[in-house]
């Protein structure tokens, strides 16, 4: 990738982030570790992969977007607020009483919310039923989901997997972000989903394994996914929970709990020195 | 006056199973990724070996219960009310509600003082989905002190039931010692033939602050906490209605199919008088801190002294 693509997509990326610590710290509460883990991630799709505008977000031929960790709102919001769907200053009123930004994403309020989500393994079920729509009104447009690595211990996730490979629905698109970490614990801890790759390959997937934090790596799968004919894919991203601010980096106690006063200006100059430096890069 | 303590009752049920543990060997917990917030967290670490977190997987959790409590285990399995009485409904109904087996279900995070998490997590339809199911026993506690009694109940209760958990703290009203818990049996707090007030869960407290408000206008209003939804205390809610005349109810869940349905049936079939609802009116919540989003929601002493005003005009 041309360093200057990069450079730009990891400056996205640190936007969201902040807006992450920015959006929790208002609100008192929220999910950061799991929306930190999948920043890098819609850097890259709402920047380079997906075919939308923020001037018609309910324009037919959108490429969908569905994230099924609804939890982790604050990572999306951040990226559509980055994008233009609606001024950044609303991040922080997130969760807050009569606010667009929902504490889990809701299609009906907020601008470039494709469904509402929140209840885990239910997103990718109307991802299948967005790219079988596709499908049926011959469009072009693509589907992508973004799954908790937890979330696909729910049976719904396998049911949805073995329609989508049955109707080969190549325009679709999951990510299962891998950050090993639940709310109990490890998934080793809790009740382990692994090996991932093999289980969606085993009900028919293309599946491709990636380093969450490698733009190169991301662009090389969704690219991938987008060649592979006859069957959906599922990259599984390796990722770090709480990635980008040192003190939430793989704890399991940052999944839902939002940083004080004081954690949030460790986390906010961590990010802005991490921004400072990629600006300063050559 | 004495101060006020405030516990929540998902608190008052983690530490009630580590209790039970010891008077029932038979015991075994379950949860579903949720040990930490439903606070079957300290069972897990009292007796790992008695404790299983069949992960996000709700469905099958209430399944792995159905299939222990078959075999002679007494099961509590918990979860967040949306996800053990939605997301797994029909396993509920089909796996432990028609075989009437010894399953609890500890369901915690009940309606709309989740908060900030916002209308996928506040469950206000699970008494609804849960008093449609034959058998199935549900108990709602107004405050730790009757949260950990049910607990005790629900455990040598023969067959299924439905435990109501909230988030929230909230004042603990009853005393320790002198209350008496009884599955089935409601509980009159206060005296008073003008109005009745047939609260549960946390609404029991608002009833009883607008029992005092109405009494500084020189109405008496009769406060009955309702802790057992189903099977309803018919006896109580017929008395109320033919020494009242004029019934609310107060319920933190949805006006249609809770609590106040539940008197209503019975008001409407054997005795009818007025009967107002306080509860959801019929819409999805929204994110915000608890104790604003009660007060925008009407779930308020406030509006329990209005509705009891209009009860009262409307029976003349
Ligand atoms: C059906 C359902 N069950 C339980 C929850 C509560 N919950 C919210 S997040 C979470 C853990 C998710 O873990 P994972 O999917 O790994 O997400 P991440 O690590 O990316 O945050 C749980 C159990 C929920 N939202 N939906
Ligand atoms: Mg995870």
Redesign the interface.
């Not at chain 2, 990724?33 to 917030?37: G, I, K, R, V």
């Not at chain 2, 977190?53 to 997987?57: K, P």
């Not at chain 2, 908060?115 to 997590?121: L, Q, R, S, V």
């Given at each position: 990738m041309e360093k200057s693509k990069r450079k730009t997509l990891e400056k996205i990326a640190l936007h969201i982030r902040m807006a992450v610590i920015e959006g929790t710290y208002n609100a008192k509460s929220g999910h950061p570790g799991g929306s930190l883990s999948i920043s890098d991630l819609l850097s890259y799709l709402y920047f380079e992969e997906l075919n939308v505008d923020p001037a018609r977000p309910d324009w037919a031929d959108r490429d969908r977007f569905v994230l099924s960790k609804g939890h982790c709102a604050p990572a999306l919001y951040g990226a559509l607020a980055h994008k233009g769907f609606f001024p950044v200053e609303e991040i922080k009123t997130l969760r807050h009483i009569g606010a667009k930004l929902q504490g889990h994403p809701c299609m009906t309020e907020t601008p470039g919310v494709d469904m509402s989500t929140g209840s885990l393994g239910q997103g990718i079920s109307a991802a299948v039923g967005m790219a079988l729509a596709a499908k049926l009104d011959n469009k072009t447009y693509r589907t992508y989901a973004v799954l908790g690595d937890g979330e696909i211990e729910e049976g719904q996730v396998w049911e949805a997997a073995m329609f989508a490979a049955h109707k080969k629905l190549d325009n679709l698109c999951i990510v299962v972000d891998n950050n090993n970490l639940q709310i109990d614990g490890t998934l080793d801890e809790v009740t382990s989903p692994y090996p991932i790759p093999e289980k969606f390959a085993a009900f028919g997937w293309n599946v491709i394994v990636i380093d969450a934090h490698d733009f190169d790596q991301i662009e090389a799968a969704f690219k991938a996914a987008r060649e592979c004919k006859g069957k959906p894919t599922a990259i599984v991203q390796k990722s770090i929970k709480g990635k980008g601010v040192s003190f939430m980096e793989n704890q399991v106690g940052w999944h839902g709990s939002a940083p004080n006063a004081e954690q949030y200006e460790i986390a906010m100059n961590e990010l802005k020195a991490a921004l400072a430096a990629v600006e300063q890069e050559g | 006056m004495a101060e006020i303590i405030k516990q929540a009752t998902r608190d008052a049920y983690g530490a009630a199973l580590v209790e039970l543990a010891e008077s029932c060997p038979d015991l075994v917990v379950l949860?579903a990724?949720?040990?930490?917030?439903t606070k079957t967290?300290g069972f897990k670490k009292a007796h790992p070996d008695r404790f299983f977190?069949?992960?996000?997987?709700e469905?099958?959790m209430m399944g792995i219960a159905a299939g222990l409590a078959a075999s002679g285990k007494t099961v509590f399995a918990s979860s967040f009310a949306?996800?053990a009485a939605?997301?797994a409904f029909e396993q509920v109904r089909n796996s432990i509600g028609y075989p009437h087996l010894n399953v609890k279900i500890g369901a915690t995070h009940a309606g709309i003082s989740v908060?900030?998490?916002?209308?996928?997590?506040q469950c206000c339809e699970d008494i609804a989905l849960m008093r449609s199911i034959p058998g199935m026993t549900i108990l709602n506690p107004a405050d730790a002190v009757e949260a950990r009694k049910a607990v005790f109940a629900a455990a040598q209760h023969d067959g299924p039931v439905y435990l109501r958990f909230g988030r929230l703290a909230v004042p603990v009203i009853f005393d320790e010692n002198d209350y008496n818990f009884e599955i089935g049996k409601s509980v009159q707090l206060t005296e008073g033939n003008d109005v009745a007030i047939i609260a549960t869960g946390l609404m029991v407290n608002e009833a009883l602050i607008a029992a005092e408000t109405l009494k500084n206008e020189g109405i008496s209003a009769r406060v009955i906490n309702m802790a057992t939804i189903k099977p309803i205390d018919r006896e109580a809610v017929l008395r109320a209605a033919k020494e009242t005349g004029a019934i609310v109810t107060a319920e933190e869940h949805s006006i249609i199919g809770g609590l106040g349905s539940a008197v209503t049936e019975v008001v409407c079939e054997e005795y009818p008088v007025p009967v107002l609802r306080v509860g959801v009116m019929d819409t999805f919540g929204?994110?915000?801190?608890a104790v604003?989003?009660l007060k925008?929601f009407g779930l308020s002493a406030e509006h329990i002294v209005e509705e009891a005003k209009k009860a009262i005009a409307l029976r003349g």
């Open positions: - | 949860d990724d949720l040990a930490a917030a967290g977190d069949c992960g996000i997987a469905s099958n949306m996800f939605g997301r908060g900030e998490d916002g209308a996928t997590h929204k994110s915000g801190p604003e989003l925008l």
